[in-house]
């Protein structure tokens, strides 16, 4: 590994969230404010601190649901930096960087970022939550006009691509499944925790094929806020977690299969600037924490970011590399699929809690470097960093 | 994962869309004659926009198919399959597997793409047509 880069110039210092579940209690609005004030409080600033504030919004939520105005709301004068950004599930990784980028320019000193979405209620399922066709097209309403409903309609299609390209089964969507199921019995947040045998995995309903519940994300309402400062400014008691490097990549247009005429992927690309701005290799990342809002996500990370030969994933996570006590350790709070799902958000999170040592059952002994992933539209908008627990790499 | 409100059919985006008066057509570049991917607003040539509706063959190839396992909405009951097909042309279009659900045809099925009376898109699997010979 490289020892040549400086220190970080930003860390994480602040880190909440609000209570989790499936019932409409609070707006989307009401969760930002309050996990806001909590995340705040964790860095051990006040309100006067905060120079900063960028939303995460959520794509099945207008701006009206989470307004700038929340800044109002919390009573947040003179700001430095105010915005929303607008990539789906890339979105909170963006705006971690975003608070990076400005602290950097010396545009502000300590930016809170807040993704918080409400979207299930007594009345609404998830299913029906997620039931809108997503864009691909470009064509306004022809997804809907196939007959091509919600995420995992869309997700089905690259699934199936990638398990025919591979000759792979669901034993390979399993592998990871089940992974993300052993990490979150140790996660007091996590949604899934009951074990999964091969049968059960099986046995469990069909929303599009080759896509089963398991293989789903587990959607909440809820908040997750974080303050990102300048690396020495936080007075707090938490650990910073520290930003190492950061990357984008948005190759124009949606990726239905991952074939060749989608090479390289919008992940591939982030992945190599995200490397060679942090100046390491692949192989010196000790986790990953990425978006897997659907199975075969978590399997297209480990090749996109060049952690695992593609021909090799399915192998490398069913002999359990990724799971708990693996030389790999993935979404180790249980990820979307087995812990919760709140977006770009969840994995951050989760990075967050194991480079401050607050895992508990889970916890992973290491100080980084923790790659974080995030996923928008139809794996179209990539996002990454690059987190650590010592000021340099 | 980006979840927009759905907007008007396709059949009612004409200039973008695969569908003009109930046929299938592609769309390329006036200028370069390149066929462009239904949907984008700028040759990725020429960055021009001057496009030209242009009758397609209606032969495809199965990129990948999805097959539904619970109902999103009451028009479409489930089982039924969504696949994605390139047009012997190159772009790449959305159709419902018509005479489904069948089992899934690999990658590479010879699809026969038809416009319904209802503007939507429906493929048909097995052997292309016969080409006209030169």
Redesign the interface.
Known sequence: MSRTRGPAHAAITGCACSVFGRESTRSARELAADTVVAAVADAGLSRTDVGGLVLARS??QTAADLPLRLQADLSLTDLGLACAVDA??ASFVQAVQLAALAIGAGQVEHVVCVFADAPLAAAVSA?QA??????????????????????P?AF???A??WL?RHGAGAEALFAHVEATRRWAAGNPLARQKASLSFDDYLAS??????LRIADCAFPVNGAVAIVVSRAGRSDGTQPPVYIHALAQAHAG?TT??G?DAERPSGAAVAAARLYAAAGIAPRDVRMLQAYD?FSVLGLMALADYGLVAEAEVAAFVRAGHTAPGGTLPMNTGGGHLAGFYL?GATPVHEAVVQLRGQGGARQVDLDGPVLVTG????Y?HHAALLLGARERL | ?????????????PS???VVDGRLVFRRCAATRRAQ????RRCDCCWGDAFESVPASGEAAL????????T??ER?PHP?V?V?ARLAEGP?V???LADGPTP?P??GTPLRIEVDPG???RARAGAAPDRPRN
Not at chain 1, 130 to 151: D, I, K, T
Not at chain 2, 1 to 13: D, E, H, I, R, Y
């Open positions: 794509p099945l789906s599930g299913q997620f039931s809108r066709a997503m864009p691909l097209s470009g064509v306004p309403g022809w997804e809907a006009e196939v007959g091509l409903f919600g995420a309609g089905a299609l690259l199936q691509s025919e309903p069909w929303v599009v094929e080759p247009r239905l299969t074939d809002a977006q996923v928008g539209g139809r179209e | 994962v980006s979840l927009k409100k759905p907007a008007p059919a396709a059949a009612l985006a973008i869309g695969p991917a239904y949907g984008v990129v990948a198919g999805a097959r539904y396992g619970r999103y909405q479409w039924y969504v994605v790449e959305f159709a419902v899934m690999p990658r503007g939507i898109l």
